[in-house]
């Protein structure tokens, strides 16, 4: 079974610019969650999609922004890139009544902005 | 909010056992994970635990919960290189709202 995946996997963007990860998850699972994992910052919660629905978002502004296809697969959205945005930003996904409601991750994609 | 503390630094030697605490706050989680992370690449499930646990045993791997003092240990038996890696605690209080909670991060650093 194939696990989560994330493209593109490196990216380079200056300040200002906007970018677009994806993400698809397990196969049959209908929950994407992403989250950013920036120096020093640890991992933070950014948004929750579930059923093609923004169920949940962490706290960041609203140029962070995403949406999920009927597939499951999901996008991430970043508008007016700021250097403190980049970090490496994972997916996971997981299906409601999942046993203990893992969650499982992509590789990730590493945003750096100059 | 919810909190998850880790140590940021942990040294043994090969073929010791590493012993990784974490501490967190939310009274409600349900569940705790494991989380391993390799220079340049995702996190990977090692192990989870339910709140109602307080011992599992998988392998080279044992986590311990003493749910009263909010304390999470995971302890890797005869150590190896391969282990070499920041280890993640993360809890989740269910209903997905909120995503996982992580801690920073253990790095893990093995010696001949």
């Known amino acids: 079974e194939a696990g989560v995946t994330q493209s593109p996997t490196h990216l380079i963007k200056t300040r200002g610019q906007q970018v677009t990860l994806r993400c698809s998850p397990i196969?049959?699972?209908?929950?994407v969650y992403w989250y950013q994992q920036a120096l020093g910052l640890g991992l933070q919660f950014l948004l929750w999609y579930d059923e093609g629905e923004e169920r949940n978002r962490g706290n960041f502004p609203p140029r962070f922004s995403g949406r999920q296809f009927p597939n499951y697969s999901s996008e991430l959205n970043v508008n007016a890139l700021e250097l403190e945005d980049s970090a490496l930003y994972l997916c996971a996904s997981t299906k409601e009544g999942l046993a203990e409601e893992t969650q499982y991750f992509g590789p990730g994609t590493r945003l750096l902005v100059l | 909010g919810e909190d998850v503390e880790q140590s940021l630094f942990l040294s043994v030697r090969e073929g010791d056992s590493s012993v990784i605490n974490c501490t967190y706050t939310d009274s409600s989680s349900t569940y705790l994970y494991w989380y391993k992370q390799e220079p340049g690449a995702g996190l990977q499930l090692l192990t989870y635990i339910f709140s109602n646990m307080d011992m599992k045993q998988d392998q080279r791997l044992t986590v311990l919960l003493n749910k009263k003092d909010k304390h999470l240990s995971l302890r890797i038996a005869d150590t190896q290189t391969g282990d070499s890696a920041i280890y993640f605690c993360?809890?989740?209080?269910?209903?997905?709202?909120?995503?996982?909670?992580f801690g920073k991060g253990t790095h893990l650093i093995i010696q001949p």
């Open positions: 993360a809890e989740y209080s269910g209903g997905g709202a909120d995503g996982l909670t």
């Open positions: 196969s049959g699972h209908t929950s």
